[in-house]
Nanobody
Framework: VQLQAFGGGLVQPGGSLRLSCAGSGRTFRRYDMGWFRQAPGKEREFVSAIRKNGATTVYADSVKGRFTISRDNAENTVYLQMNNLQPEDTAVYYC???????????????????WGKGTLVTVSS
């Protein structure tokens, strides 16, 4: 599975961005997907995850109510709509594929088998 995340950029506080992650292969729809981020000098942290059928989503408390994850299995793409961005959201954002984790483990990086290259999101005035 190959992944490519894009859509990052520079945005002012309170602004919005939508990240996309395109996956390869016809089995994309069989996998759970996640978004993580890593700020300079910090560990990679969980942002959001979505089950393979799109019916169940999980969010970190820090982004709940501001970020929305979704997927389009026909297009092999998962999205992360980010609203009301704040400077603390500045990070490199990564998408990842989990081929067999249970729901309760999807907040852990170890639950994911494939990772895409990140896309940088900078929130600054």
């Amino acid at each position: 599975v190959q992944l490519q995340a894009f859509g990052g950029g520079l945005v002012q506080p309170g602004g919005s961005l939508r990240l996309s992650c395109a996956g390869s292969g016809r089995t994309f729809r069989r996998y759970d997907m996640g978004w993580f981020r890593q700020a300079p000098g910090k560990e990679r942290e969980f942002v959001s995850a979505i089950r393979k059928n799109g019916a169940t989503t999980v969010y970190a408390d820090s982004v709940k109510g501001r970020f929305t994850i979704s997927r389009d299995n026909a297009e092999n793409t998962v999205y992360l709509q980010m609203n009301n961005l704040q400077p603390e959201d500045t990070a490199v954002y990564y998408c990842a594929v989990s081929t067999g984790a249970i729901l309760s483990t999807l907040r852990r990086p170890s639950a994911y088998d494939y990772w895409g290259k990140g896309t940088l999101v900078t929130v600054s005035s």
